[in-house]
């Protein structure tokens, strides 16, 4: 009964820790004219179905590291394995493909700075003064 | 319209590629993050698959293919492969070239470019490209080369069989626009093309259509029309107008009421016909159900029916699993009836030319329903198993069929007839 309380106790343990997870944003530029994006409005975006919202021009781009697996889920309601269905129907048809991937989170703010249309997604504790959050 | 032999000429020159495809596939990265230059990127995807009909008396292939296997497995049906070079994917100008290689209407593997087209994109809103593409006729028609991008195994022949041709050059205008709570995009083309069975070549002059898709949240819905041009052409043209000079005897009226009218559609196919697609699907997509609803018609002409074909296909996805279940069903517009009949002690000679012409007919009378039950398995990056049983009951068990359910010479059919499934689709 012991090893099955201690048994218990890890596996709530593992449970709680993988709860901890990062609470993702969608960010643009903080000169960017993007605001107040729905959580289907980004799905839109990033599944390469819409190029403007509220016809404003909007790129989706990524980058190593990002929290994709909490992203996917949250926003986009599918996993990897879906997401690359829904991609690979897009590029091999000419019409598109996943976002642009850069190498780091620093390059992805420094083009969301530098092209207002421009926005990812990323952990919230990693939000800086030259970002704005657009959604939630 | 009908052929087919046993041969398997060709399906073992692509093992090898297609072996070191998979292997990529195993080894390499995601899509998207193929190998990627500043203004290159090469990519694929490819099928390696076996499939089986249980009934000797019938067999299963592509339209446009030459091979045919009843009740033995068959490797060269859905086996392909497909690569891709996108240059300066996503800039203002953009190209793309496609080459897919699989078992094509001679009965050996052969690469053909499938895509080959330049992109302007002038604006968020519009987009022109010129060369050659897939023509969208249906929801699936342009990314049915596909396989990993889809469910099942391949997109259900019931649709995809309104409109057997693949591909046209020419040029596309693609306009897409936020309208209410979602996006609308709406694709015009037209162009030219070529197209061969195992025992007709054609020519279409003339291509051209719309497809307008809505999309909302997890609810995509979409309409098509699409008009050809079409002719027979080679020494298939000759046969069918052989056989149009045959049927326009005078001599044949008080034998053959309706021979001239045949002579004249027959001759209809050598000089050119018309037929007009028209389409109507949705999907939902969102977590863990997707649904695909789809009909389409061809209204025909000349020796060519009219058809019908409805998809209804409803899929729960469970971790890694995907099953599904769908039914699908086409009609056409010929009959068991004889387009000539042969009355006791007609000539020979005459007999031999309705056989001719209703030979033609029935080998497009292919009318059917199927339940297909199946399921996909992401069982690795980049990589899914997919296993599915057709259960297919044709409208005619007594007519020599084509196109994708050719019959086999002397054998006997109940007209029911189920095609197993297993294959490995790829991308890399």
């Not at chain 1, 960017?32 to 390469?48: D, H, I, M, R, W």
């Amino acid at each position: 009964m012991k090893t099955i309380r201690t048994l218990c106790l890890v596996a709530c343990s593992a449970a709680f820790t993988g709860a901890a997870s990062a609470e993702v944003v969608i960010a643009a530029g903080a000169a960017s004219p993007l605001a107040g994006l729905s959580k289907t409005q980004v799905a839109e975006v990033f599944l390469g179905k819409a190029k403007t919202v509220g016809g404003k021009p909007t790129k989706p781009v990524d980058y190593a590291g990002s929290p994709k697996s909490e992203f996917w889920d949250s926003y986009l309601g599918k996993s990897s394995d879906q997401l690359k269905a829904h991609y690979a129907k897009l590029q091999f048809t000419g019409l598109g493909g996943p976002p642009k991937e850069l190498g780091s989170l620093a390059d992805a703010k420094k083009l969301a700075a530098e092209d207002p249309s421009v926005i990812i997604y990323l952990d919230k504790a990693q939000v800086d003064s030259s970002l704005k959050v657009i959604s939630p | 319209m009908s052929g087919g032999g046993r041969s398997n000429t060709g399906e073992y020159t692509m093992r090898t590629p297609i072996a070191a495809a998979v292997a990529l596939a195993l080894a390499g990265p995601a899509v998207g993050q193929e190998a990627r230059f500043d203004w290159l990127a090469v990519s694929g995807f490819g099928t390696l698959a076996t499939s089986m009909t249980d009934d000797p008396a019938v067999g299963f292939r592509m339209p446009f293919q030459k091979n045919v296997k009843a009740d033995t497995w068959a490797t060269d049906v859905d086996s392909k492969l497909g690569l891709q070079f996108d240059v300066n994917r996503g800039g203002e100008f953009s190209g793309v070239l496609q080459v897919v290689a699989q078992q094509r209407d001679k009965g050996d593997y052969k690469a053909e470019v499938e895509w080959a087209n330049v992109m302007w994109t002038i604006n968020d809103s519009w987009r022109v490209r010129a060369g050659r593409m897939v023509t969208p006729v249906f929801m699936l028609s342009d990314s049915q080369n596909v396989g990993y991008s889809m469910v099942p195994v391949r997109y259900a022949r019931e649709m995809g069989d309104n409109y057997p041709l693949s591909r046209h050059d020419g040029a596309e205008v693609i306009f897409g626009a936020e309208l209410g709570p979602g996006r609308l995009q709406v694709q015009a083309f037209g162009g030219v093309t070529s197209y061969n069975t195992a025992s007709t070549s054609y020519k279409a002059d003339a291509i051209f259509g719309a497809a307008a898709t809505y999309s909302t949240g997890p609810w995509t819905f979409r309409a098509s029309g699409t008009s050809v041009q079409l002719k027979a052409v080679g020494n298939s043209a000759n046969s069918l107008s052989a056989i149009a000079t045959a049927l326009a005897n005078p001599a044949l009226a008080p034998l053959c009421p309706n021979c001239k009218e045949e002579s004249q559609n027959f001759q209809d196919i050598v000089d050119g016909s018309s037929g007009v697609f028209f389409g109507l699907g949705m999907s939902y997509d969102e977590g863990a159900f997707y649904g695909h609803a789809e009909y389409g018609i061809r209204q025909g002409s000349a020796i060519v029916p009219d058809t019908s074909g409805l998809l209804l296909l409803g899929a729960y996805r469970w971790r890694t699993l995907t099953p599904f279940i769908s039914y699908s069903m086409s009609t056409t517009s010929i009959d068991e009836a004889p387009v000539i009949a042969t009355p006791a002690g007609s000539p020979a000679a005459f007999r031999a030319l309705a056989g001719a012409v209703n030979g033609v007919y029935y080998g497009q009378a292919t009318d059917r329903s199927a339940i297909t039950i199946g399921s996909r398995w992401d069982f690795y990056r980049n990589v899914a198993l997919k296993v599915q049983a057709e259960f297919v009951e044709h409208e005619y068990d007594s007519i020599p069929m084509g196109g994708t359910w050719p019959r086999v010479a002397g054998t006997t059919y109940d007209g029911k007839v189920n095609l197993y499934t297993a294959s490995i689709d790829f991308i890399f």
